[in-house]
Structure formats: structure tokens, C-alpha cells
């Protein structure tokens, strides 16, 4: 059993471009996190999504930012128009349900020039 | 009142020490409670899960007291290796977002 499989594990953007981070949940798993972390700092909670709902998006800037979680396939976090201060690492976590631990991806490393 | 809140850290301990982290979290009806451990540029991994019966996993002992609402973590005999962050996790099972990370505390064990 594959483990959340993140892609891709760097990416380098320039200001201005769009950033597709894709995630791959461990088979079976319905709930999907994900998180953002700067240097130094702690996860920021983004979104939680399950197949084909957001179900709570309060981490997530207003603007510019969307994710989804499609019936088939991975779930994307999509950034457009990207600025230096979305440079940070993207994880993305997955849970078989409600009560249970999540795995997390190897996470993807967005830098923005 | 944050939702998870941990010791601010950072804690350097000798090789060998024994070491408390602790942790509480705002709401009651939480169900679930886990340690992740997170290394430098590396994604969070599971330590152990809190079971209200307290669990031990060879150095590592795990407590949870919720009439309190507090969790905490116990790493006997230091080793180097265990230098990282440590993130105490809650699940609110409220129907928004119910997985809950603390701001983690980092460990320096040193030699």
C-alpha cells in the first residue's frame, strides 16, 4: 500500500505564475488535509477536504488560492498568480476517517522568484 | 484560548535525560489524540496515539487526563536522535476542520 504520494516534491514558480501541487491519498483513504509551513515556523491548517466536498476552508487566503478533491484521481491545491510570500512547504495529509491519524505526504516545496 | 497550545520549548537535554512535553486542548468533546514528530524540511510522522488508558512504547510514554484536557509525552533516556519537533494532535470531531496540530516543541538532545 503506496503512502500519500505528494508531486511535485519541488517546484520553482516565478511571480505572477500559477502553482498546481498535486496529492495522492493511501488507497482507501476518503479525508484529505492540507497544510502550510514556512521556515522556522508551525503547519497552518489550509483546507480539509473529502471526495468531491470542501468540507472547511477557513486556513485558506480568500484570493488566489482553490483545492478540490475530484471523485477520480488526486486531490490539487492551485495557486494563482503566485507572490514571494507563498514560498513554503505544502503538505498534504489523508485519513481512512473521521477518528482516526493521518499520514502525511513528503510534501511539496514551492519557491517563488 | 487557542485550540491546542504546547510548551513553547525549545528543551535542550542531555544525552541520557528524561523529558516532559506537554500539551492542552480547548474542546471537550474531543475524541482523539495523537505525537507526531517532525524533523528538520521532513513531514510530520506519527509517534504514538493516546489511548485514555495511557500507552508506552518502549522510551516513550503517552498520558491523557480529560478532565484536565491535557496530553502529555514522556522520552526516558535521551537519545541524540530524538532531536526534533514534537506535535501533540487533536481530533476535535467537530464537523469542520477537526484535526488539530499544536505549534510543536522542539528538542535538542545534546551530547
Known amino acids: 500500500n503506496a503512502g500519500v504520494m505528494q508531486n511535485p516534491r519541488h517546484l520553482v514558480r516565478r511571480r505572477g505564475q500559477e502553482a498546481r501541487l498535486r496529492c495522492s491519498p493511501m488507497k482507501g483513504h476518503s479525508h484529505v488535509y492540507w497544510y502550510r509551513q514556512l521556515p522556522e515556523e508551525g503547519l497552518k491548517f489550509m483546507v480539509y477536504l473529502q471526495k468531491e466536498n470542501i468540507i472547511d476552508e477557513s486556513g485558506m487566503p480568500k484570493e488566489r488560492f482553490s483545492a478540490e478533491f475530484p471523485k477520480e484521481g488526486p486531490s490539487i491545491l492551485r495557486i494563482q498568480q503566485v507572490v514571494r510570500g507563498d514560498s513554503a512547504a505544502y503538505f498534504c495529509?489523508?485519513?481512512?476517517?473521521?477518528?482516526?491519524?493521518?499520514?502525511f505526504g513528503q510534501g511539496t516545496r514551492l519557491t517563488v522568484v | 484560548r487557542k485550540e491546542v497550545e504546547q510548551d513553547p520549548g525549545p528543551f535542550n537535554v542531555p544525552e541520557g535525560a528524561t523529558v516532559a512535553f506537554n500539551c492542552t486542548y480547548s474542546n471537550s468533546a474531543s475524541q482523539s489524540f495523537f505525537w507526531y514528530r517532525q524533523d528538520c524540511r521532513k513531514e510530520p510522522k506519527l509517534l504514538m496515539s493516546v489511548y485514555s488508558s495511557g500507552n508506552e512504547d518502549g522510551r516513550f510514554t503517552a498520558q491523557l487526563n480529560r478532565a484536565s484536557q491535557y496530553i502529555s509525552l514522556l522520552i526516558r533516556d535521551s537519545k541524540l536522535s530524538d532531536s526534533a519537533t514534537y506535535l501533540c494532535?487533536?481530533?476535535?470531531?467537530?464537523?469542520?476542520?477537526?484535526?488539530?496540530f499544536g505549534p510543536g516543541t522542539r528538542l535538542s538532545v545534546l551530547p
Open positions: 494532535v487533536v481530533n476535535m470531531n467537530n464537523y469542520g476542520q477537526n484535526f488539530v
Open positions: 495529509a489523508s485519513l481512512p476517517g473521521q477518528n482516526t491519524e493521518a499520514f
